[in-house]
């Protein structure tokens, strides 16, 4: 399972691209606004700013409501960056502007994804990428683990090639469950990709490592 930070913060897309395990990004308005970037302009700048750092595909997603608008978004975003997926919600307009956008050959992202059948229709559609959002159906007492699990059993039996991305993410318990669903794709706050590194006896095997070097002499 491939690992993409879901942020549009520089510092921690700079910081995950050193760690030499993050392979995308994934963004979306509510993250470009915690960042203070507002406008399609600074929108733009950023995402420039984020290919400069990942050698990956960055997600890029539309703010118009209906498949004119968000055809002529995602047109434009594609003209971004070397590697832009373009999200696009799973909405009744939604598949409509993926349709017609994965005929241009322009790499979509379909995200917003809160059931099989959404799943179903945007591979039919042409999307890339599917994104099921793990955290939000759990906040409704449902299970969001379930949706990647039924997904990806879905996509092997029938042979579909769109990817599934494991979204939503708000723990590493979510990122371990998420591999064994066999999800393609996690993507994941910078928080959770520090927290994944991290473990107790890890820290405390190394320091005893090294009190006991020192004892026997040291360097
Ligand atoms: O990738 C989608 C993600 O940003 C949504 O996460 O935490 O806002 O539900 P969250």
Same mark, same amino acid.
């Given at each position: 399972?491939?690992?993409? &930070?879901?942020?549009?913060?520089?510092?921690?897309?700079?910081?995950?691209?050193?760690?030499?395990?993050? *392979?995308?990004?994934?963004? =979306?308005?509510?993250?470009?606004?915690? +960042?203070?970037?507002?406008?399609?302009?600074?929108?733009?700048?950023?995402?420039?700013?984020?290919?400069?750092?990942?050698?990956?595909?960055?997600?890029?997603?539309?703010?118009?409501?209906?498949?004119?608008?968000?055809?002529?978004?995602?047109?434009?975003?594609?003209?971004?960056?070397? =590697?832009?997926?373009?999200?696009?919600?799973?909405?009744? +307009?939604?598949?409509?502007?993926?349709?017609?956008?994965?005929?241009?050959?322009?790499?979509? =992202? #379909?995200?917003?994804?809160?059931?099989?059948?959404?799943?179903?229709?945007?591979?039919?559609?042409?999307?890339?990428?599917?994104?099921?959002?793990?955290?939000?159906?759990?906040?409704?007492? #449902?299970?969001?683990? /379930? &949706?990647?699990?039924?997904?990806?059993? &879905?996509?092997?039996?029938?042979?579909?090639?769109?990817?599934?991305?494991?979204? /939503?993410?708000?723990? *590493?318990?979510?990122?371990? &469950?998420?591999?064994?669903?066999?999800?393609?794709?996690? *993507?994941?706050?910078?928080?959770?990709?520090?927290?994944?590194?991290?473990?107790?006896? *890890?820290?405390?095997?190394?320091?005893?490592?090294?009190?006991?070097? +020192?004892?026997?002499?040291?360097?």
């Amino acid at each position: 399972m491939k690992l993409f &930070l879901d942020t549009a913060n520089l510092e921690e897309i700079r910081e995950g691209a050193e760690l030499g395990v993050v *392979t995308g990004v994934t963004t =979306n308005p509510s993250l470009a606004a915690k +960042e203070g970037i507002g406008g399609r302009d600074r929108y733009r700048a950023a995402v420039q700013e984020i290919a400069d750092l990942i050698d990956g595909p960055i997600s890029v997603e539309v703010v118009s409501l209906d498949a004119a608008g968000m055809i002529a978004e995602g047109r434009d975003i594609a003209e971004w960056i070397p =590697n832009p997926w373009v999200k696009i919600p799973s909405t009744t +307009e939604g598949f409509k502007a993926i349709s017609v956008l994965a005929r241009d050959d322009i790499k979509i =992202n #379909q995200t917003l994804c809160f059931s099989v059948n959404q799943a179903i229709l945007g591979a039919q559609a042409g999307s890339t990428v599917v994104s099921p959002f793990i955290g939000r159906l759990d906040d409704i007492g #449902q299970a969001g683990m /379930s &949706l990647v699990e039924d997904i990806v059993a &879905l996509y092997r039996q029938h042979g579909i090639s769109t990817l599934v991305m494991a979204a /939503s993410i708000r723990h *590493t318990l979510h990122c371990t &469950l998420a591999a064994r669903a066999g999800a393609d794709i996690a *993507t994941i706050p910078y928080g959770v990709l520090k927290q994944m590194a991290q473990h107790p006896l *890890t820290d405390a095997g190394v320091s005893r490592f090294l009190q006991d070097w +020192e004892k026997a002499g040291g360097a």
